[in-house]
Structures are given as C-alpha cells and as structure tokens.
T-cell receptor, first 115, second 108 residues
Framework: GAVVSQHPSWVICKSGTSVKIECRSLDFQATTMFWYRQFPKQSLMLMATSNEGSKATYEQGVEKDKFLINHASLTLSTLTVTSAHPEDSSFYIC???????????FGQGTRLTVV | AQRVTQPEKLLSVFKGAPVELKCNYSYSGSPELFWYVQYSRQRLQLLLRHISRESIKGFTADLNKGETSFHLKKPFAQEEDSAMYYCALRETGNQFYFGTGTSLTVIP
C-alpha cells in the first residue's frame, strides 16, 4: 500500500517556541492531506484539511493561527504549532487518501511534548 | 455533531469466543464506512471497508442502514486481535471522522 511518512517522530520543545511537523506521501501524490490530533487513550480528532495550492480548511474550534498548515507540493504538507504551550502536547497524525480515494493512509504520528 | 459512535471503550473476550465491536453513525448522505485498527506502537491501518464486503483476518462488518450501524464481528477471537479499533465515516470531501475507539483485549 501507499506510504505516508511523518517527521519528526517525536519532538520536545520549550514553551513559547514553534515546531514544524512534516507529512510526506512517499510513492503517490496527494492534493489533500488531513491532520489529526490524538490524546492518550482517545480517538483521532480531525483538525484540518490541507489542500495543495490553497488554504487549509480547519475544523470548528481549531485555531488556524495556532496550527499553521502549508501544502507546498503534491507530496508534502506541514503543520506548524506556533507559540507552543504544554496543553499542545499531543500525538499528531497526518493522512492522505490513496488512489481513487479508496482509503486513507496514515503517517506514523509525531509525539509533541512541550515543556 | 458526533458522526460516529462507538459505545464501548474497553472490551475483553476470551480466546475463541465471538467478538462484536459496535459502531453507529449519523450521516444524511450515503455513508462510506471503514474499520481501522491500531496495534500496539503501530500506525493506523485499514481493516475493512463496507463497500468491499470482504472478510479480513476473520473480521466482517455489515452496513445496516435501518439501524445506522456498522458493527465489526469475528466468530473466534485470537490473541493477536488485541488492539485498538476505530470505526470511521468518510464524507464527500474525503475527510474521515473517527469514533472514540474500542480497545479490544483477547484473554488467553
């Protein structure tokens, strides 16, 4: 199946700094990618839809100025957590639909810890 | 609005026993439903989708539009089935909305 890769897998940052997470589709192109957040022992919560060449679409309650999304190419979307706070600590997962949009392929996730 | 509901957070069954993980959905259009599984320390992966009507690893799921359900079933649970299971609904924009997940533990 198609592969989606995230980088880094885990990151620790100081409160107030910004962190960028990359999501790449390795062997296919993705005009759309999705960013999710997962708290411990909880479900994935869709944060935003990343659209190549245009603005991201954010779910209700997600601060667009806090979570900046850029979909610079057909294989790369980035999520930047700006001015991170401890409550932003979470597991962030991206996904991309495969060919013919038959299913979603998920990255391995990025664990962000803000100290 | 909660699109997908999984009422059980935790489910334990003995090896060899039948297992059913419940999923109900709310969607006005024609739903596309999926089951995803997350084994320990691994990424989410597709288990099965309703349009394929397939059986994967002995699991099946039938879409019941009348009851708006898509329950996942397996007649004889195995230890390797222990994992987190997510029911998901895909909308027309390709966004996937996930249920809260059910943690299945198969007791040897």
């Amino acid at each position: 199946g198609a592969v989606v890769s995230q980088h880094p897998s885990w990151v620790i940052c100081k409160s107030g700094t910004s962190v960028k997470i990359e999501c790449r589709s390795l062997d296919f192109q993705a005009t759309t990618m999705f960013w999710y957040r997962q708290f411990p022992k909880q479900s994935l919560m869709l944060m935003a839809t990343s659209n190549e060449g245009s603005k991201a679409t954010y779910e209700q309650g997600v601060e667009k100025d806090k979570f900046l999304i850029n979909h610079a190419s057909l294989t790369l979307s980035t999520l930047t957590v700006t001015s991170a706070h401890p409550e932003d600590s979470s597991f962030y997962i991206c996904s991309a639909p495969g060919h013919y949009n038959t299913e979603a392929f998920f990255g391995q996730g990025t664990r962000l810890t803000v100290v | 609005a909660q699109r997908v509901t999984q009422p059980e957070k935790l489910l334990s069954v003995f090896k060899g026993a039948p297992v059913e993980l419940k999923c109900n959905y709310s969607y006005s259009g024609s739903p596309e439903l999926f089951w995803y599984v997350q084994y320990s320390r691994q990424r989410l992966q597709l288990l099965l989708r309703h349009i394929s009507r397939e059986s994967i690893k002995g699991f099946t799921a039938d879409l019941n539009k009348g009851e708006t359900s898509f329950h996942l079933k397996k007649p004889f649970a195995q230890e390797e089935d222990s994992a987190m299971y997510y029911c998901a609904l895909r909308e027309t924009g390709n966004q996937f909305y996930f249920g809260t997940g059910t943690s299945l533990t198969v007791i040897p």
